[in-house]
């Protein structure tokens, strides 16, 4: 097995390392999305109208999940599969920005995932609001050498455009949802409509060319909306919507009430991970009690909860009630990398430093942060750091030893202090002033890389679970971009739960 970035900086992708051969998947031509560019955050504005004057989402997945059902798909929502007590799977998430990093996971995905039933997408199918054409280079294209299956669950990006192409894509091409009767004038719904982004009326043409990319007969999947489980050997494996903005509808909530309950253990995919960045989100259900309440609920025997949305890796394993839950952030399926350098020093639900973990290492991720934003800015010497000196700085600010101990540690300066305080680096609660919380708040959401990362390590990861009768065993794997780890993709974090 090859180093990991746990192990050496060339196992994290440093150094003159050979790229990888992933542009020869990739179209001659790429749309680069970049979010700095004002028409790409003016097309993606649902989110924001949303939160202003109101959310309409729930009312729009009750329509889809009843054109479903009234075209023959189970009312359960629960899909039967024939898998053996032995199998794995595989977990992507937040996947489709269609250039070098969304490339740059396949090789490495096709290898790590032979054998595997199925695949799960945990958010952001496609990038930046869901358009149906899309698909075709950020979907097909990239995994169309994947001889199983793919699910899905919609992120908020999916969202923008009402959801029409992810239902067309993966629930057996849904035709569009009939027009509303319009809002009353004045009204918080009507000043909605009148800035709501909308799908372009010939948006789809594309579609029937780009399935021929995956068309094999072991490739297929139907599924009955955006919310379901998977009932697969051993284990139920449930998949909620959580919409525009990280919350489920009440009807969605009383369907998880009831999937959740029974003896099989069961596997949570979210849209929007529980615990984040040392913080605890337990989602709101509408009209009471949270997605957490249930996954805790020890009747329920709920042994992950996997969520999307934050493009990096983190584990919590939490205790509750005598067991382990184990609550993953695994959104590093493509998109432009979170960083997880702002993360402080974690102390959530009794889980600490010692116990979480994440990738990339948050050394890694200021480093990465310094060589991006010296480019920018064109001030490479002043703001870049090396891996060493970044590593340094964040035990530094703390408190804890390097994660990775290759080579004498660098020295600390008044240089990478800095550097560190101004692209956010996380410190220790204690010494976490009550203005700096905002602070890392606006950087994480403001002052993100975009999509201007056409150059290795670009730390992209991705799950696989195998899962026996005894138990399940999860790794995370990385993908730089780097030959070496596209040739044996290093795993960054592995963990075994048990089923009993």
Known sequence: MSDSSR????GAGWGTLEHGEYKHLMPHQVDKVSWLNPKTLWAARNGVLASWFGDPTGRTRSRWVAQRTAAGAPAAKVIQRDDPDYFSFMVIGDTGEGDDPQYAVVPGFLKASQGTKFAVIASDVIYPVGRTDDYGTKFFRPYQDYQAPIYAIPGNHDWYEGLGGFMRVFCDDAPPLAP?????????AWLRSLLWHRPHPADGQHLTEAR?????PAQQAVQPGPYWAIDAGPVRIIGIDTGLLGTIDAEQGAWLREVSKGPLPKILVTGSPLYVDGEHHPCPIEGGGTVDDLVRDPDHRYLAAIGGDIHNYQRYPVQVDGRTIQYVVSGGGGAFMHATHTIPRVSVANVTEQEFRCYPLRGDSLAFYSRLYGHRLRLRRLFTLT?????AVVAERLGIPPTRTQGPAARVTRRTRLIANLLG???RPERTSRFRLPVRKIYTQLFSPSSATYSPPFFKCFLRLDVTPEAVRLRC????????????????????????
Do not use: C, H, M
């Open 7 to 10: 192990d050496t900086a060339e």
């Open 180 to 188: 509303q009767p319009a809002p009353r004038p004045l009204s918080r």
């Open 387 to 391: 891996e060493a000196e970044a590593t």
């Open 212 to 216: 021929k990319l995956r068309s094999s």
């Open 425 to 427: 680096a996380g410190g």
């Open 477 to 500: 794997f990385a993908a730089t971009g780097n030959r070496a780890q596209e040739l044996d993709p290093p795993v960054e974090d592995e963990v075994v739960i048990p089923l009993t």
